[in-house]
């Protein structure tokens, strides 16, 4: 990883360069009326506490400070977050060996590698140069873009992130979970998915993660558990109701988990109905469902 680049002071805490020629002083109103309450102050106390003077000139300078630090920093963070959306940007882009339309600007990248390397150094950029929150993110995202790069690196990196606590602790065991599955290591992956299922993250839906778990089960020959859960998926979401107590659509996964059931255990998947939506249509000539 390259060192951390030292972020630029900002111009308020600069010291001005040498100049004979007079210097206009720009203040700002908050200072401005800081310095007034002050001057005030120290009038009505003239004579008379000269310490206690002293302290609110003290608490008024800190609080021009405070003030000056909290702006900056809302521009460092605004600043990290659209570096770490424009890396995010980049490894979304298409992946196509198809000359582009004439005319077009849009940016694309002939191999996954290719995609993957550049959003590397991208995101590799946001590590270099912010702390917090965004460089967790940017070090996930590099270790998920690396799986098509170097594999066992980006394993090994995924399983750091994986013990952090918060987003990117589970996001990370959640790919490293993928990798595992992808490796034919179903019962570390499954150990994975059993983890996720048991926490009370609600970064990823229990539906996607009880999901991958039952392929990883049905993987393993584990059929019967398999099937609870595709079931348990289906079903649930078959019978979900809105706040005003109507059917909703079923989910792609709940599809998907029916889907699968029917495959492993046709009998079982019968009891699953597809909920009967409204019309927008609303009544009409066709009885209340869609013309089309």
Known sequence: MAARKKRQVPQQFQSPAPDSKPKTVYRDEFQSNVGSQVEDIGKKFEGKSRTLLYT???????????????AYNRRTDAAAQT???KAIETSQ??????????GSTAKTFKTERE?????????QAVVD????????KAKYFIAANRLSIDRAAAVSELEALSKNSGEVGTLSKFALAQAKAGDGKSDEAAALYRELAASNDSILAKDTINFELAQTLEKQGKKDEAADLYYSIAKVASEA???EGKPVAMTQT??????KLEAINPERAKGIEEPELESPFGNSPFGGKSPF
């Open 56 to 70: 609110l000139a003290a608490l008024a300078a800190l609080a021009v400070v405070v003030g000056i630090f909290f």
């Open 83 to 85: 570096a770490l959306g």
């Open 93 to 102: 882009l298409q992946v196509t060996s198809s000359p582009l339309p004439a």
């Open 115 to 123: 995609r993957a390397e550049a959003s590397i150094s991208q995101f």
């Open 129 to 136: 140069k912010y702390g917090g929150s965004v460089e967790d």
């Open 241 to 243: 109701k809105d706040g």
């Open 254 to 259: 709940a599809r998907e988990a029916k889907q």
